[in-house]
Each structure stands twice: as C-alpha cells, then as structure tokens.
C-alpha cells in the first residue's frame, strides 16, 4: 500500500473580514462606537446620601425623588420619600 501525504497549505489571514454588504461599517470602525447597553458620558457613582430621581421607560423621569442608603457598581437601596425602601438598577436612576 502505498501512503499518500497531503500538503495542507496555511490560509493568509485578511486584514479584515469582508463587509456584508457594500456600505456597511467595517468592524474595526463600529469597535469605536460607545456600547448601547450605557448611556454614554461621565456616569457619577452613586453614594450614600445622593438624592436620585427614578427613571421609567426610555430614560423619562417618573418624578419619584428618594436618597440612596447603600450602592454598589450595579444596584442602589434608596429609600424614597412616598414609599419605602426599594432596590434599584443604578440605570434606572438619575441624580438629583
């Protein structure tokens, strides 16, 4: 029997991966854009004592005031000043 050996020749990486359709925005300029998930610009960390507002659907203030008793990067206890205490999203609150 007589053995075969096959070459396999390597693939030369591209620069960049073609576009999916002619006008689209290339990858390494759509890296640049600010994430979606954020709002962009300077986010101020919540601490204890801030004074927020609440935000409902879309970012539109729901005119709920309330002081923030604990935070963290992702969550705040306020206590608001017609309720009680709820734990919210830092997303979903604006400082006053």
Known sequence: MA????V??????APQPPLSYRGAI?????AK????????????????GDRVEGLGNFGKPTAEFGTVERANED?????WD?????R?????????
């Not at 396999?8 to 990486?13: I, S």
């Not at 969550?75 to 206590?79: R, S, T, W, Y």
């Not at 017609?82 to 709820?86: E, H, K, N, P, V």
């Open 8 to 13: 396999t020749h390597k693939l030369r990486k």
């Open 75 to 79: 969550d705040a206890i306020v206590k």
């Open 33 to 48: 854009s600010p994430s979606l998930d954020r709002p962009s610009g300077p986010d101020p960390e919540l601490t204890p």
């Open 26 to 30: 290339p990858d390494s300029d759509r």
């Open 82 to 86: 017609d309720d009680g205490r709820t």
């Open 88 to 96: 919210e999203h830092q997303p979903w609150l604006k400082k006053a």
């Open 3 to 6: 053995r075969t050996h096959k």
